[in-house]
C-alpha cells in the first residue's frame, strides 16, 4: 500500500470518526425526512411532537399544504397551546390558478422555518409536506439545505411528504419511507377524520 | 360461460360490493397495521391519537411493550388526562427469564384491550407493539383476529411492530410498513429523548 493510499484511508476513516462522534451526540438535532407514498409521514411527525412535549421540549410548526383545511392535529395543537404553528397564507391555492402567489406564499412559510431554525429557541422543528413544495420547485432544495446547515446545531428538524429531493435525503441524518402495502379494498376506503387528517 | 361460473362471479362482485360500502361508511373504524423495521410505527399512531383528539373522539391506548421505561408520549398523554392509557404489568420482563409471566403479562394486557374494544366507548384504540407480543408467541394472532372481530365496529384500531403476522396483515384493512431508508452513518446514532422514545 503506498504511503498516499494510506494516508487518504487514515483521512477518511478520520472524516467518518467525526461523522459518527457527531451523530452520537445526544445534543445535536437530527434532520429526518419521512416520505414515501404510504400513510404515516405527517402522523408520526406529529407523534414526535408529543415525545419531545413530554420531555418539555419546544417545539414548532411550520405546514405547507392546509392552510385552509381544517385539520385534527391543528385544533388539537392549537388548544393545547404549548407549540408554535405557522401555516402557509390562506390565499395558497395549490391548484396553479396563482402559481405567483403560490411560489410567494411558499417562500414565506419557508423564511418563517429558517428563522426558526436560526433561532436556537426550538428542539424540533417540523416542517410538514415541505416535500410537496420542493417538488413543485416553489422552494429550491439548495434553499432548504442552505437553511438546515445555517440552523442552531441542536434544533432537529422533520421535514415531510412524498417525493424527497435525492439531495435532501443525502444530506439526511435519517430517512424513513412509509409504504403502503397492496391491500385489495384499499381504492374503497374514504379518508377518515381523525385517521387522515 | 357457464351459468354455474355466471353465478360465482355475481357473487363474488356483491361480496365485494358489500366490503367496499362497508369501508366506505364514515362511522366504521378501521383496522391498521404499522409495521416494518423503520421508524415511525408507534409514533404515527401517537400522531394519529392526537388528530382523534383534536376532533373530541375518545382514545384509549394498550402498550404492550415499555411498561416500566419513562417515555415522552406516556409523560405527555399522562399530563394531558384525556387518553385512557394501559401498560402490561410493572413486572414484565421480556427477556425470558420468567416467561410465565411474561406470558400472563401480554395476555392481561390483550384481556384489558379486547375489554376496550368491546365496550363501543372508543373512536380509536392503539395496541403498540402487540406485534411482538405475538411475534414471541405470548398471544396468538388467532386470538387477536377474534378480539377485532368481537369489536364495537365503530371503534378504529391500530397495531403497530415489527414483523407483524401475515393472517393480521390479510385481515386489516390498511396495513403501512415503514422502512428504514439505508444511510451510511445510521448504525453511529444513538436512540434520543423526543424522536425515539
Redesign the interface.
Known amino acids: 500500500m503506498s504511503d498516499d493510499h494510506k494516508a487518504k484511508m487514515q483521512e477518511r476513516q478520520a472524516t467518518?470518526r467525526a461523522?459518527?462522534a457527531e451523530?452520537?451526540d445526544?445534543e445535536k438535532g437530527?434532520v429526518?425526512v419521512?416520505t414515501?407514498a404510504?400513510?404515516?409521514k405527517?402522523?408520526?411527525?406529529?407523534?414526535?411532537?408529543?415525545?419531545?412535549?413530554?420531555?418539555k421540549?419546544k417545539v414548532g410548526v411550520v405546514q405547507f399544504i392546509k392552510g385552509k383545511w381544517k385539520?385534527?392535529?391543528?385544533?388539537?395543537?392549537d388548544?393545547?397551546g404549548e407549540v408554535t404553528w405557522h401555516t402557509m397564507g390562506e390565499g395558497f391555492t395549490w391548484d396553479t390558478q396563482d402559481k405567483d402567489r403560490d411560489i410567494a406564499a411558499a417562500q414565506a412559510a419557508f423564511a418563517k422555518g429558517r428563522e426558526m431554525m436560526e433561532s436556537g429557541d426550538y428542539?424540533?422543528i417540523v416542517m410538514d409536506e415541505i416535500n410537496i413544495a420542493m417538488r413543485y420547485e416553489y422552494i429550491s432544495v439548495e434553499d432548504v439545505i442552505a437553511g438546515l446547515d445555517a440552523r442552531d446545531k441542536r434544533t432537529?428538524v422533520i421535514l415531510t411528504g412524498r417525493d424527497a429531493k435525492p439531495a435532501l435525503?443525502e444530506y439526511?441524518?435519517?430517512?424513513?419511507?412509509?409504504?403502503?402495502?397492496k391491500?385489495p379494498?384499499?381504492s374503497?376506503?374514504?379518508a377518515?377524520?381523525?385517521?387522515?387528517?
Do not use: N, Y
Open positions: 467518518q461523522k459518527v451523530l452520537q445526544p437530527l429526518l419521512h414515501g404510504g400513510k404515516g405527517s402522523s408520526s411527525a406529529f407523534g414526535v411532537i408529543v415525545r419531545a412535549l413530554g420531555w421540549q385539520t385534527g392535529e391543528r385544533q388539537f395543537f388548544r393545547l428542539d424540533l432537529g435525503c439526511a441524518d435519517l430517512v424513513t419511507e412509509m409504504t403502503e402495502v391491500h379494498f384499499k374503497g376506503i374514504k377518515q377524520r381523525g385517521v387522515d387528517f
